[in-house]
């Protein structure tokens, strides 16, 4: 499955329902008064964050979203029918830019949280409702309200407490499959998790935490290199990172021979380049994969390292669970004292321009709600004196 996490579209409200011009014809009553109704109201488009949402996939077909207008107002006094809101359903945890100049309009971080993208046009106003004591025959009515319309970038960031990166085969996934819930793949080649994985995570009891693994990142990642990249913005979310590395044997012809400091600079260069303040995100370090022998010799240099840079350094075996509970309280800590980072700073992703839509665009299939009032109206006109 496509992990679908950002798609632009345009939302357009529904216009008022104009207003009627009509007069009372009764058989016996030579000028019977105005007796227009009001426009209906025209429809809302919300954003509704549901939980049971999990991607945006539904919406990237979807260009446009349209409410309907309200319908006229009717002779008799009978005001038209309010069109019906549209709610698009969302999943939790959705950010909605406007796309034009990607401002930030809602962080729909919790379920039932709505939004309206655009706001229906009010119903204009009957004939009726223009009587007065010097104008008894008002043969003109309110046109309704035009709706609102915007086009919006939606995009998803995953809801997590931490985050664990790392290089590709670092065991991120394994780390997660042992403390969490979460059944992820796993295997000895790099770009095993293509899509993020959420875990819950029990901690003392009562406490727990939601852990999201990223896929492997690699250098040039903030240009758009590897796969984790498009998952950099997720990261973004959390209020905490854990940094996995592991040391791998330099052996000759082994390529990706995983040497921990320079792999711990290159992924910090790389949140740096995407995002100053994912890269200033409280950090934990943590060693995997001390289980084996070479992993253990290199542990005190560095411990003594990374500690001395002011990080806490755990070290640990998914394989084995040695060191996980003090892995799991270091991150428990960590994230239960650290508040969810500012929205506001969040790097917004690129609108898609060719669904910016300009209402001018499809004036045929959606007239302006002047356009209504003579033709559709009218009809109710009595021709009199
Ligand atoms: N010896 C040992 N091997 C481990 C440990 N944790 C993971 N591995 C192995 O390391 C390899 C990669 O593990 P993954 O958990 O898939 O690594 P990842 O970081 O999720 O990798 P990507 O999804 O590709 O980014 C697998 O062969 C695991 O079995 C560990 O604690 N000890
Ligand atoms: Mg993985």
Not at 93 to 107: K, P
Not at 171 to 194: E, H, M, Q, W
Not at 216 to 228: D, F, M, P, S
């Amino acid at each position: 499955m496509r992990f679908v996490d950002a798609v632009t579209l345009t939302c357009f409200a529904g216009h008022g329902g104009p207003g009627a011009v009509a007069f009372r014809r009764e058989k016996y009553v030579d000028k019977g008064g105005p007796s227009g109704g009001n426009g209906g109201r025209g429809g809302d488009v919300i954003l509704l964050a549901d939980r049971n949402v999990g991607t945006l996939l539904d919406l990237r077909y979807r260009h446009e979203v349209k409410a309907e207008d309200g319908r006229p107002g009717q002779p008799r006094l009978m005001d038209g029918k309010d069109a019906e809101d549209i709610t698009v359903r969302v999943p939790v945890g959705t950010l909605v830019r406007d796309a034009r100049d990607g401002e930030l309009l809602a962080d729909l971080a919790e379920d039932g949280e709505r939004f309206v993208v655009a706001q229906g046009g009010r119903g204009g106003l009957g004939n009726a409702r223009f009587r007065s004591s010097v104008r008894q025959v008002p043969r003109f009515a309110q046109p309704g309200e035009p709706g609102t319309h915007r086009p919006i970038t939606l995009e998803l960031k995953l809801l997590a407490d931490l985050g664990i990166i790392g290089f590709p085969s670092v065991g991120k996934s394994t780390l997660i499959s042992v403390i969490s819930n979460a059944r992820p793949k796993i295997a000895d080649y790099p770009f095993t998790t293509l899509t993020p994985n959420l875990g819950l995570v029990r901690w003392r009891d009562e406490r727990s935490f939601v852990v999201a693994d990223i896929p492997g990142l690699i250098e040039g990642a903030h240009r758009g290199e590897g796969l984790g990249f498009q998952f950099l913005r997720h990261v973004e979310r959390c209020r905490a990172l854990l940094h996995v590395i592991e040391v791998t044997p330099q052996m000759e012809g082994v390529p990706d021979g995983r040497e921990p400091l320079a792999d711990h600079d290159a992924i910090q260069r790389e949140l740096q380049l995407f995002s100053p303040s994912l890269a200033e995100r409280p950090q934990i370090v943590g060693l995997g994969k001390m289980d084996l022998p070479f992993v253990r010799e290199r542990e005190p240099e560095l411990r003594a390292h990374f500690e001395g840079l002011g990080l806490t350094f755990v070290a640990f075996s998914a394989a084995t669970r040695d060191g996980l509970q003090p892995l799991l309280d270091a991150i428990g800590t960590l994230v239960q004292n650290t508040p969810p980072p500012d929205v506001a700073h969040f790097t917004a992703v690129e609108a898609d321009p060719r669904r910016i839509i300009d209402p001018d665009d499809d004036l045929d299939d959606d007239p302006h709600p002047d356009d209504l009032v003579d033709d559709e109206t009218s009809v109710y006109v009595r021709d009199e004196d």
